[in-house]
Nanobody
């Protein structure tokens, strides 16, 4: 089994910053990609950003230029630096790990952007 533990969520004012972390453990053999999705109340879970083992990144248009994804392959950890946060970024952020054609999800961390 693969375990994903997210941290770093919380309440922040518009224009502020947060850094999310996700550490993977367990049956880690050959990670293809890690990343983040988010789900706002009443909406579907949507892509935020992904990063491959070769550190090729992908971002949703809504976060380009504001969010930066990175990973530490040695620690099996992925990070999401979120700057210039907006109220519409409020959501539960879920960590994703893709390995051998399988997807694994974390339990999520809540990010609330509000004054």
């Amino acid at each position: 089994q693969v375990q994903l533990v997210e941290s770093g969520g919380g309440l922040v004012q518009p224009g502020g910053s947060l850094r999310l972390s996700c550490a993977a453990s367990g049956s880690i053999f050959a990670i293809n990609a890690m990343g983040w999705y988010r789900q706002a109340p009443g909406k579907e879970r949507d892509l935020v950003s992904t990063i491959t083992i070769f550190k090729i990144t992908n971002y949703a248009d809504s976060v380009k230029g504001r969010f930066t994804i990175s990973r530490d392959n040695a620690k099996n950890t992925v990070y999401l630096q979120m700057n210039s946060l907006k109220p519409e970024d409020t959501a539960v952020y879920y960590c994703l790990l893709e390995q051998r054609g399988m997807r694994y999800w974390g339990k999520g961390t809540l990010v609330t952007v509000s004054s």
